[in-house]
């Protein structure tokens, strides 16, 4: 099959496993990082299991092929699949979102791995099909020609970023958990997304399992379990001066990170998930251990960032609007509401001072 990925940084880690398992990626990314990916290729790095070091996976090395384009030069029609794997204020940019107009009247089935579910895939839940959510998104008329059935969410529960002093084509994998994806709502899609499945769980490397696999599940709310995590790790690294890292906004108060944790499973089961679509609090808890890192979210804030996926406040709006409501969701909300003002403001000086 042919995958093309938007996001070139994390979408490279999805693009590797389905380059090791024989199928064709174009990634969508910035000119300069499309020049170096079509060079180089990409180098992503992986801790097979009972190994005490990342092995590298090299690209050219791999049986599939991958090339890099930036969103004017990308043609979604010449495509299987289109995964999303840019930062959901990133769809709202320019040549990113006419892209998205051009994807979304293209018919090609569309999976999510970004953190903030796309505006479509929750009108498939019958509970959200009809809230108003679109305050939540950068801007929600990027959703607007998409096909509810033509678009799923596969939870991106792997950990991993780009080293700082690599290059743009560099991504190390710290957390190798599996991506979670839900069913499309027609059959031949599924079965696409099955023998992706099959083909990634079929490749191994000297005789071993490579970590970060695909799933499949029937139910929509198997990757609104990454919530729960969201609420009580990552958006609580962000205070109101700094950040801290995902495992001391975890462990710092356990029984307080315990109960974010039951009352954000709890919203999703009002909406219909099924206890079992869910992760234990437990095996997150001892997962956020290995987290010695500020959350994406935070270091992007730490960074001077405007905007971030505001998953935080999509948990509260659907609170609201369920009739439920936490004082440490509002905190969290109003703190990282109150740095991302406090970016913008420091941008608008420095602009008007040069």
Not at 31 to 57: C, M, P, W, Y
Not at 132 to 156: K, R
């Amino acid at each position: 099959m042919r995958i093309l990925i938007l996001g070139a940084s994390y979408g490279s880690l999805l693009s590797t496993k389905l380059l090791m398992a024989g199928h064709d990626v174009t990634l969508i990314c910035r000119q300069q990082s499309a020049d170096l990916i079509n060079k180089e290729g990409t180098e992503v790095r992986i801790k097979l299991r009972d190994e005490d070091q990342h092995r590298s996976f090299f690209s050219k090395d791999l049986p599939g092929h991958v090339d890099a384009v930036t969103p004017e030069a990308a043609k979604p029609e010449d495509y299987d699949m289109i995964a999303l794997a840019m930062q959901e204020p990133q769809y709202s940019s320019g040549p990113v979102r006419d892209l998205m107009q051009r994807i979304a009247h293209s018919g090609k089935p569309c999976l999510s791995i970004m953190n903030m579910p796309p505006l479509p895939y929750l009108k498939r839940i019958p509970a959200l099909a009809e809230m108003d959510l679109d305050a939540c998104f950068d801007d929600a008329s990027v959703w607007a020609d998409f096909d509810p059935d033509l678009v799923t969410l596969c939870s991106p529960d792997p950990q991993a970023f780009r080293p700082p002093e690599e290059g743009s084509n560099v991504l190390h994998v710290g957390l190798p958990t599996n991506f979670k994806a839900a069913d499309f709502a027609r059959p031949e899609h599924n079965e696409m997304l099955q023998q992706l499945v099959d083909d990634i769980a079929a490749v191994t490397v000297d005789g071993k399992d490579v970590p970060v696999k695909l799933r499949r599940h029937e139910s929509l709310f198997v990757p609104m379990a990454k919530w729960s995590m969201l609420l009580t790790g990552n958006y609580r690294c962000v205070l109101t001066n700094g950040e801290q890292p995902i495992r001391d906004a975890v462990h710092g108060d356990l029984n307080a990170s315990m109960a974010m944790y039951a009352w954000v499973d709890q919203l999703a089961q009002t909406l219909g998930a099924d206890p079992a679509d869910q992760v234990p609090f437990e095996k997150y808890a001892n997962a956020a251990e290995g987290l010695l890192k500020p959350s994406s979210a935070a270091r992007a804030i730490a960074a001077g960032a405007t905007k971030i996926e505001r998953v935080d406040m999509l948990v509260k709006t659907i609170g609201a609007q369920m009739g439920m409501q936490n004082d440490t969701v509002d905190n969290i909300v109003s703190r990282v509401d109150g740095r991302l003002m406090a970016n913008g403001a420091k941008e608008a000086e420095l602009e008007r001072a040069g």
